[in-house]
């Protein structure tokens, strides 16, 4: 059924695991994600962004996945808007039908996310909806050389806390070395546990999310490559990194670059394979799959949500 994330969050802190969360954009994407969460016994959560929206239309996206849910009635799905930039878009699916909406004001000042993000939770919770909230920079970590680098643009563990308290919201998403697309490192990939750990500390009991959060996996990489593609220097979280996060208060991972890797990959295969083929359901149907396993995947090496429901 549609659900919020409460349960499911719960029980994946408790259980040292983490749901993940894929950004949805299409029909085949929809399918994918919840043939695997079938296979795996899995909750799972469908994001869509502000693109995503623009792109499909938010009410193709709420119709697609209402059929999901009939096909899939046990698996614990939630609806939920990823990176809302503003009150208005946030109400906009609440009133849609989403269970789930991130607010993102991490680009604010301090005050302003805790203004916005607070009127947010207002509306949210009297309608039953859930929200996921944003402080600190993902964007542009370069060299993290020196403590202050970091100090400067990750989450802040004691503004975490008092933001979460001024707020009620939900969840919160944190900067700890994660970065959104295909090139988050230059050099080796990193991830502050020690700052998880301290919000962790400040936070008992919290649910904390992970943005940025594709491996980039190098098989799809490569196959991108290898049949005309040029994604070249790309790098991502390693599976280990957020494994352990997800041990950790991380119960929600953030995955859209590693959906459309497969994808990809999976349509320049078919399309050179077979290039007298025009019917896109001959390349489609094997991208549709490529994330189906990629998902089925994530859920056994990476999220550990198997067999939770
Ligand atoms: O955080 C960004 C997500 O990957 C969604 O990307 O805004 O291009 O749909 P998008
Ligand atoms: P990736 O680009 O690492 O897949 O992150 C996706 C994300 O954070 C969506 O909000
Ligand atoms: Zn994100
Ligand atoms: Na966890």
Same mark, same amino acid.
């Given at each position: ?27 085949? !994407? ?35 996945? &209402? ?106 998403? !944190?900067? !700890? ?6 090139? &988050? ?125």
């Amino acid at each position: 059924p549609l659900v919020g994330t409460t349960e499911m969050f719960k029980k994946a802190y408790e259980g040292h695991y983490a749901i993940g969360a894929f950004n949805v954009n299409n029909m085949e !994407i929809i399918q994918g994600i919840m043939e695997a969460a079938k296979e795996e016994n899995s909750p799972v959560i469908l994001q869509a962004s502000e693109g995503a929206r623009n792109y499909a239309g938010q009410e193709y996206i709420v119709g697609l996945v &209402k059929i999901a849910l009939q096909d899939y009635p046990e698996i614990p799905t939630a609806l939920h808007l990823d990176h809302g930039s503003s009150y208005e878009i946030c109400k906009a699916c609440i009133d849609g039908g989403f269970s789930s909406v991130m607010y993102d004001g991490s680009k604010h000042p301090y005050e302003e996310n805790v203004r916005i993000t607070k009127q947010i939770v207002g509306y949210a919770h009297d309608k039953g909806v859930v929200v996921e909230a944003e402080l600190g920079r993902l964007a542009g970590v370069e060299d993290l050389v020196s403590v202050d680098a970091k100090d400067a643009i990750f989450t802040d563990p004691d503004q975490a806390a008092e933001f979460v308290e001024l707020t009620g919201c939900d969840s919160l998403a !944190i900067a !700890i070395g994660t970065s959104h697309g295909a090139y &988050k490192y230059k050099g080796d990939p990193y991830l502050d546990y020690d700052r998880l750990e301290k919000v962790g500390k400040l936070l008992p009991d919290y649910p904390i999310v992970l943005h940025g959060a594709s491996t980039v996996i190098p098989e799809f990489v490569e196959q991108c490559n290898a049949y005309g593609g040029k994604v070249l220097g790309a790098k991502g979280v390693p599976e280990d990194m957020l494994r352990k996060a997800a041990t950790m208060a991380v119960c929600k991972i953030n995955i859209d670059t590693d959906i459309r890797l497969a994808m990809t990959s999976a349509i320049r295969k078919a399309l050179a394979e077979d290039p007298s083929n025009f019917d896109p359901r001959g390349y489609l149907k094997p991208a549709r799959e490529a994330v189906k396993q990629m998902v089925m995947h994530k859920i056994e090496a990476v999220l550990g949500s198997a067999n939770t429901i």
